[in-house]
């Protein structure tokens, strides 16, 4: 599947994963759900962060856009571990799920606007193919292990800067 094409479709998940929470009660559901939201969530910034970024990074001239999607993925994990930590205290929960949705949604248009026009002006599309393939395999992988690399924060400074030289 086109690189862009899957990076998208997740985009879709996770945003109607967060719009079900919103609307949950303390439970059994919610709980399962935020789960759920969490692996896809994680998995999708880790392939993002492993095999997209840097390639755009390494073949633009810009780097800004990329940095501040570092950034902003260091900013979803700390507010996802706020959710986490609200799921039984409902009107704290719906609060903080609500500036996750926020902030999600943000970062999902400045990708759209300034990350995946770069992809697809320095990758063809068997590249971007070929990106896709390796992308869903990781994330399948990342999803199903639910190890997603909290270390990866402690990465993220490093990789701005390299973004922006
Ligand atoms: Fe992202
Ligand atoms: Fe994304």
Do not use: W
Not at 12 to 33: C, F, W, Y
Not at 55 to 61: G, K, L, W
């Amino acid at each position: 599947m086109d690189a862009i094409a899957l990076l998208e479709e997740q985009h879709a998940e996770v945003m109607e994963m967060m719009e079900l929470l919103k609307e949950s009660s303390p439970g059994r559901e919610r709980n399962e759900t935020f789960k759920k939201l969490q692996r896809a969530l994680m998995a999708h910034m880790v392939i993002e962060e492993e095999l997209l970024y840097p390639v755009v990074a390494s073949r633009t001239e810009e780097g800004e856009p990329v940095a501040e999607g570092y950034e902003e993925h260091s900013g979803a994990r700390v507010s996802m571990t706020r959710c986490a930590r609200a799921l039984k205290e409902d009107d704290l929960f719906k609060v903080r799920i609500g500036v996750l949705k926020e902030m999600i949604s943000h970062h999902v248009k400045e990708e759209r606007e300034a990350i995946l026009p770069q992809v697809r002006q320095v990758m063809d599309a068997n590249e971007r193919k070929e990106l896709g393939a390796q992308m869903k395999a990781l994330f399948e992988k990342v999803r199903r292990t639910g190890r997603a690399g909290a270390g990866l924060n402690r990465k993220t400074t490093a990789r701005e800067l390299r973004a922006l030289s």
